[in-house]
């Protein structure tokens, strides 16, 4: 469907890293009257509620084979369900931001993963050298403090690189959802994240006695109808046009985005020390798409 990446490809890797960024946001504001895994179950039924209506609009409809199902459960487990309670629970007890410095491994992930195990992409040394570079800029946007409690609180700190490697095994996973309509990919996969989620909200949370304020309410839309179903949308067509360690890298743009936001809306100052983060991000990022751009078509 797409011979080669054009420039588009490129925006829309940096609208997903944006929606994605702003996550953290939304997720902040949420949780301040809706738990953990009820805002994740919101936010997944939310998200698949507007996508049945791009369906709808797309005259596109849900597979029917029991194959594919299975595959759109393993890649919600991946993308969704294992991921986000992994990071929603080490989040508990480790600072933030070394969470978001262990949040932003899974291109490294990735790389591990394709060169060792499944071989589908070609992995240059030069798209190495860009993972690492993107990986300091992070480090340097977050501050070099986030490092100072590595090694305390160990589990929660798995469970953080834990979500990182599952999305990684995500974006090696999606590839196998190529040919199918990006809509038709992310609808089933947060389907198969509701049926887990949803139950086990009503167990654990009992949502019906919660009394969320109107901003966590606005925050949880939000949260449903950008950083889910049109970040998923946006995912899932990337996977197929770019590649998984290309769309991995969007970890690092996430991390520069979330400080520019924090700027730009909550008047947070952007130091020396995150400039030369952010340029550094952007640069790794550039370094692992740029055999792409030289060759004109994805390996």
């Given at each position: ?9 490129y925006a ?15 997720i ?6 809706v ?11 939310l998200a698949?509620l ?18 594919m199902?299975r ?7 991946l993308?969704?369900?294992?991921a986000w309670l ?20 899974s ?26 570079i ?5 480090v ?27 999305y ?8 196998k ?20 989620l ?10 019906w ?21 049109g ?10 046009t ?15 985005i ?9 008047g947070?100052?952007?130091t ?8 550094c ?12 751009i ?6």
């Amino acid at each position: 469907m797409h011979k080669k990446p054009r420039w588009i490809e490129y925006a829309l890797l940096l609208l997903l890293a944006t929606l994605w960024g702003s996550s953290y946001l939304f997720i902040k504001l949420a949780l301040e009257s809706v738990p953990a895994i009820t805002l994740i179950a919101a936010r997944v039924m939310l998200a698949c509620l507007f996508l049945g209506v791009v369906m709808r609009w797309q005259q596109v409809s849900l597979p029917r084979d029991t194959q594919m199902w299975r595959l759109l459960f393993l890649q919600s487990l991946l993308n969704a369900t294992g991921a986000w309670l992994l990071l929603t629970w080490g989040q508990q007890y480790i600072d933030s931001g070394l969470a978001g410095v262990l949040n932003s491994t899974s291109p490294l992930f990735v790389v591990l993963i394709t060169v060792f195990i499944s071989r589908h992409e070609a992995v240059t040394p030069l798209k190495i050298l860009g993972v690492v570079i993107g990986f300091t800029g992070v480090v340097f946007i977050i501050g070099l403090g986030a490092l100072e409690e590595l090694g305390q609180q160990v589990l929660a700190q798995l469970a953080a690189v834990g979500g990182a490697m599952l999305y990684a095994c995500a974006a090696i996973n999606g590839k196998k959802f190529k040919g199918h309509p990006p809509v038709v990919t992310a609808t089933g996969t947060l389907l198969c994240a509701a049926a887990v989620l949803v139950p086990a909200s009503l167990i654990i949370d009992k949502p019906w006695q919660l009394t969320p304020t109107s901003s966590s309410v606005m925050s949880v839309v939000a949260l449903a109808l950008f950083s889910t179903a049109g970040a998923f949308l946006l995912y899932f067509r990337l996977l197929d046009t770019l590649g998984s360690l290309r769309v991995a890298s969007q970890a690092y743009l996430r991390a520069a985005i979330s400080v520019l936001l924090g700027v730009a809306i909550l008047g947070e100052q952007l130091t020396p020390t995150i400039t030369v983060g952010i340029a550094c991000a952007l640069g790794g990022v550039a370094l692992i798409n740029l055999t792409s751009i030289n060759s004109g078509h994805p390996k």
